[in-house]
């Protein structure tokens, strides 16, 4: 998890209380065959809430964007660049506020 400005990162198990993260942003294909979907659905499992995610990948072929879609999430191309992946976690984050205000109220 990586805090506000990007400046520290820790685990999601790490004993730091009642922290969940507000966005998960995480590639579509993963080591050893692993799906990202599956793993955004496995954080969202450990940490109890279901914060929106970005996924990024180079496969932005009809499978993909078809199978990221039917998760509810956004796709981002690779090369990713800052100012891209900082306009999608702000939609992002703005589409899903009120879910969030309604969980901290």
């Known amino acids: 998890i990586v805090d506000a400005l990007g400046t520290r990162t ?47 990948s180079g496969d932005t072929g009809d499978d993909a964007r078809a199978a990221v879609a039917a998760a509810g999430f956004t796709l981002l191309s690779k090369p990713l660049v800052a100012y891209a992946l900082h306009a999608a976690a702000v939609a992002a984050l703005d589409r899903h506020a009120p879910a969030r205000t309604a969980r901290t109220a």
């Open 10 to 56: 820790q685990g999601v198990d790490d004993g730091d209380g009642d922290r969940k993260p507000d966005l998960i942003v995480a590639d579509l294909r993963l080591a050893e065959g692993r799906c990202g979907l599956d793993a955004v659905e496995q954080l969202r499992a450990t940490c109890g809430g279901r914060p929106p995610a970005l996924i990024v």
